[in-house]
């Protein structure tokens, strides 16, 4: 992607220092630190059981590292206590810097009993407590940038999955967020629909959103990215620009998930 001003000289949104989370006897997040800047979209890569999704958890504290520190514009998220037993210590804190966080899972999570305009409206509505109005004219808006304005009163069992999807990105982007999250968005998709999901996340990518998805998909993470993480049983293995990471890799576990990933 091509930046207008360099990224290096554009503030951090998100800062992550040494960053360990553990399951029971598994660790998983063995210390990753890295950034993401304004306008700055941070692909992780890697397989199944490398910590990216855990990792992606950790930032909005879905899931509570037992070591480290993640900051969102410079402001640290408080934690108390020792692991496993480690917490947030303060929820108006967290409550506040999640309504800047806009996440998109693997599964879309949308409310069945409510219209798709509903979805959308929900948490501007309930957590940012905005006019009515003002909310009911963005989510309109939000649909229409992702394609599916159309289906504004329909309710998600009326949709396919792509669309369902593209409505879970139009929810997300309707607090206004910071920060776009993506989990392995497409997981879930057929490939004729996954297409769909893709082309809205390069939208906003070109939009200059500030942005970190996993993704399976190296072509995409390819050609939406700045910045590409590949990690590796817990830790950061390598990173690098796209041309970097893609045509000049120096791990040789990278080449191994690069050279897999390329037949599948």
Known sequence: MTQAEPL???????????????????????????????????????????????LLRCINMLEVPDQG????????????????????????????IRSELGMVFQSFNLWAHLSILDNVMEAPLVVQKRPRAEVEAEALAMLAKVGIAEKAHAYPNQLSGGQQQRAAIARALCINPRVMLFDEPTSALDPELEVEVL?????????????????????????????????????????????????ATRSARLKQFLNAASHT
Do not use: C, N
């Not at 692991?83 to 210590?89: F, G, T």
């Not at 942005?211 to 690098?240: C, K, N, P, Y």
């Open 8 to 54: 290096v000289s554009k503030p951090s949104v998100v800062a992550i220092r040494d960053l360990h989370k553990s399951f029971g006897a598994l660790e998983v997040l063995k210390g990753i630190s890295f950034e993401a800047r304004e306008g700055e979209v941070v692909s992780l890569i890697g397989s199944s059981g490398s910590g990216k999704s855990t």
């Open 69 to 96: 520190s993640v900051s969102i514009d410079a402001e640290e998220i408080r934690l108390r206590g020792r692991p496993p037993h480690r917490q947030i210590a303060d929820e108006h804190q967290i409550r506040r």
């Open 199 to 247: 082309r809205v996340i390069k939208l906003l990518a070109d939009e200059g959103r500030t942005m970190i998805l996993v993704t399976h998909d190296m072509e995409f993470a390819r050609s939406v990215s700045d910045r590409v993480i590949f990690l590796h049983q817990g830790l950061i293995e390598e990173e690098g620009t796209p041309d970097q990471v893609f045509g």
